[in-house]
């Protein structure tokens, strides 16, 4: 094949062309494209030799594994080595991270056949002994860092895998053809990691003191690091919370030590067994990866809280044993839906979000081999949360219907029935939890598809109910003026669930800024109206409720005590959610208000323009698409929603008013929401006396809960002074209008309120101003409250 040059010819044809215009061959695809653009760029073609550079040179460094250090140089190997390991942990490859390091190049490749393989110096005929000997401080103290280091990694790596994650969005799992020291388990790791902290003892008097006790501080921390990540279901804190400890006084000894750059190298990345480009290191301060250590101790110590909670509503720490009634403890619970979702959402909600090995840990906390918190089965738990919900002292849960064989006995198909109601709802209602514990991105996607779902369980639960209450001789409730009706519970729970769910769609659409200023009004108003819903629905179920409660109560004292205090913690937990809603819907209320009127007087920040394709129909279809196939609730036509969104036919007086009014009662809201406290006080007399006091000192969950609704309350706070800002300005913009405009706008007149009062930006200059989520002024992530300043005039 004879080649020659064709650069002269290919420019000048080229220089013909016009901007914008491509000439390509049918054959010439992308993927052929894209070959070309990576063959002999450096930054594409990770086998691109520069000038000058031969094969053995492009793929080995200069840097000897085998010399000496000096104390302060392991030190700051070590440093080096952690911030790498936290970059991994926030999301980066390891070809970018940990696999940059030479020294765990050499102790990792070739995959070492025996613990004793797994050295620096492995191509020499030295054993690991006599190495140790010889040059103590990298053979001995680095190599069992480095050791201890890379099974930590292989230790979170398989708890996240097993887990319900998302790839290079969550984590970077890949490994490059490498091993992380799988094979070995952690009893191989305990006795060098002693030996080296023994050595250091040893050389009291011979290096300084302070430079000692950080490397003992530093191989200590990896023991217990790995002690606390090899830990099961069943867990405790201590390992996590001496890690914590030993990070506070590592962060303090960073100084000590002195970094090797040429300790690390991305020719690696040419040895790894990767289809990417090279890509450039990844070098985090020490100060971030320290931060993001200590919150990895402190999320995973308090995710271990969820495991001292049992009861149905709040996963409390007191274990009794199951009482004769129910075969579920109805009277006296172990975990529910709501209160387990109480402790999960408020570890979730923490800014920044814990990291994806502790969202693992927790799904692994929360189901695990079918059970719930490694103790409670699923049908269990799900029985629990229907005794709290919509079947307090129920005989669909009594434990006794399981014992019955006769098949025309009316109890044997009551067990048959509800036993194939739990097959079908156990894995949404388990999904459910795990959702809760995906990023926040996911968790809204996971939702939207999730709800219809949902839906398809309600449906099919109407069905069941309309069966079991001939089962049960279900006595209709008589209404004043209507048909009889009937209570529907299992069809009313996975109603509620679903609503809970659409709620959160919607606020998490805030959190997450989906959408845009001129859409708040519309989506304010729609998260009201779900919340209106839903508080219908709790009415309904509460009504049932008291109705039951009025029944024939049974002679025990004992029984007729259980049935007392299962109704009396059913409507408890019915007020709480219906408080939380009321207060949700009259903040939504108040802030839709708002946004109303600064819409109305061209206040309000635009994200669209006069070329833009979309509208208020496209934009409201785009947003409903996830509640498209939900049959219940209906879908809001789109004329009513512009009608209710945009307020037509209410003055800026009244929608003023209704502001007004709305975050005052949003206010009052939250303080009772925050009376109430995060969980449910125990239900037994036994329980209430073993239960701690109230004003000890709280859980890092209820804490987190109470940071969250602290927060609403301030952003109800800053609600108010917006109002009362724009109050002001409507005020003074009345004051310098002529007299027969002043009906028209604040004062009413002819109702329309739009158009009339666009001018308050001219009377009185203001300036309008959303804050980010986590941007000072955000006070909590799902309310964007409006921040109106005046513009002071020049």
């Known amino acids: 094949m004879i080649s020659c040059d064709i650069t002269d010819e290919f420019t000048r044809a080229a220089s013909k062309l016009e901007l914008g215009q491509l000439v390509r061959h049918k054959c010439f695809s992308l993927f052929d494209a894209v070959g070309a653009l990576e063959i002999m760029d450096s930054k ?51 070809s970018q991270t940990l696999f940059t390091s030479i020294y765990l190049d050499r102790l990792l490749w070739p995959s070492p056949v025996s613990f004793d393989d797994a050295r620096f110096g492995r191509d020499q005929k030295q054993d690991a002994r006599d190495a140790e000997g010889d040059r103590p401080w990298a053979h001995l103290v680095l190599r069992v860092y480095c050791l201890a280091l890379v099974k930590a990694c292989d230790l979170v790596l398989a708890r996240v895998t097993s887990e319900c994650y998302y790839e290079e969005e969550d984590f970077v799992t890949l490994l490059f053809n490498r091993s992380l020291l799988s094979v070995f388990d952690l009893d191989h790791f305990y006795p060098v990691l002693d030996r080296a902290v023994t050595w250091l003892s040893e050389q009291e008097g011979k290096i300084d003191v302070a430079l000692r006790q950080a490397l003992v501080d530093r ?63 990844v070098n985090i301060s020490a100060a971030a990866a320290m931060d993001h250590l200590r919150r990895f101790c402190q999320d995973a110590i308090d995710t271990q809280e969820i495991l001292d909670y049992n009861g149905p509503y709040n996963l409390s720490v ?39 090995y502790i969202r693992a840990l927790l799904q692994t906390f929360i189901a695990s081999d079918r059970k719930i918190l490694g103790r409670v089965a699923v049908q269990q738990c799900l029985y629990d949360d229907l005794a709290e919900l919509v079947l307090p002292y129920s005989p669909l849960l009594q434990g006794s219907i ?34 809760a514990c995906l990023n926040r991105c996911r968790v809204r996607r996971m939702l939207c598809h999730t709800i219809i779902e949902w839906d398809n369980l309600q449906v099919e639960a109407e069905e069941l109910d309309a069966h079991l209450r001939t089962l049960t001789l279900e006595a209709p409730l008589m209404t004043p003026g ?157 004329d009513i929603y512009e009608r209710e969104a945009a307020l037509h036919g209410d003055s800026d007086a009244v929608v003023l008013s209704r502001a007004l009014t709305s975050v005052g009662e949003a206010r009052k809201a939250w303080e009772g929401v925050l009376s109430h406290g995060a969980f449910l006080p125990p239900s037994s007399p036994s329980r209430r006396e073993a239960a701690p006091p109230s004003t000890g000192d709280r859980s890092a969950t ?23 800002t724009v109050r002001q300005a409507l005020s003074m913009q009345a004051g310098t209008r002529p007299s027969s405009d002043s009906a028209v706008g604040v004062d009413g007149g002819d109702g329309g309120g739009e158009g009339d009062g666009r001018d308050l930006g001219c009377v009185v200059p203001f300036r309008v101003e959303i804050p980010e989520v986590g941007r000072k002024g955000r006070w909590h992530a799902c309310w964007a409250v409006p921040q109106v300043s005046e513009v002071p005039t020049v």
Not at 409 to 429: I, K, T
């Open 44 to 94: 594409m073609d990770s086998g691109y030799l520069d000038g000058g550079e031969n094969h053995a040179q492009a793929l080995e460094d200069d840097y000897d594994v085998m010399r000496e250090l000096r104390p302060e140089e392991v030190l700051g190997i070590m440093d080096q080595l952690l911030c790498h390991e936290m970059a991994w942990h926030m999301g980066h490859p390891l």
């Open 402 to 435: 399981d014992d019955v064989e006769a098949p025309s006995d009316p109890r044997f198909q009551m067990a048959r029935h509800m036993e194939g109601f739990v097959r079908r709802a156990s894995q949404p209602f388990v999904d459910g939890f795990r959702t």
């Open 318 to 356: 007191w274990i009794l044993p199951l009482p004769p009634f129910s075969r579920l403890s109805a009277a006296v619970g172990w975990v529910n839906s709501d209160g387990e979702q109480v402790s999960v959402q408020a570890l979730m909600s923490r800014r920044p979000q814990p990291s994806v």
């Open 482 to 638: 209507g048909p009889p009706t009937y209570s529907y519970p299992l069809s009313s729970w996975a109603y509620h669930e679903k609503l809970r769910q659409l709620r959160l769609i919607i606020q998490l659409g805030f959190e997450l800024t989906i959408y845009s200023p001129e859409e708040f009004p519309g989506m304010f108003w729609y998260l009201s109206h779900l919340c209106s819903t839903h508080i219908a629905h709790l009415d309904r179920i509460r009504t049932f409720v008291t109705a039951a409660s009025t029944q024939p109560q049974p002679k025990s004292k004992h029984r007729s005590g259980e049935r007392k205090r299962a109704f009396k913690r059913t409507l408890d937990r019915l007020d709480r959610h219906t408080t939380h809603l009321v207060a949700i819907e009259a903040l939504a209320l108040a802030l839709h208000a708002l946004y109303v009127l600064l819409d109305r007087h061209g206040l309000l920040p635009q994200t669209r323009s006069c070329h833009a394709y979309s509208n208020s129909r496209l934009r409201y279809e785009l947003r409903m698409k996830p509640f498209l196939p939900i049959l219940l609730p209906e879908l809001v036509p789109f």
């Open 219 to 281: 191989l200590e921390f990896r023991r217990n690091f790995l002690v606390a990540l090899g830990q099961d279901v069943v867990v405790t804190k201590e390992p996590f919370k001496a890690c914590l400890a030993h990070a506070l006084r590592i962060e303090k000894s960073i100084p000590l030590g002195e970094p090797v750059p040429d300790a690390f190298s991305l020719k690696i990345q040419r040895r790894l067994a990767s289809t990417m480009p090279p890509r450039p290191m």
């Open 702 to 724: 209820e804490e987190d809960w109470l940071r969250d609704v602290k927060d609403s309350l301030r952003a109800c706070i800053g609600a108010s002074i917006a109002i009362g």
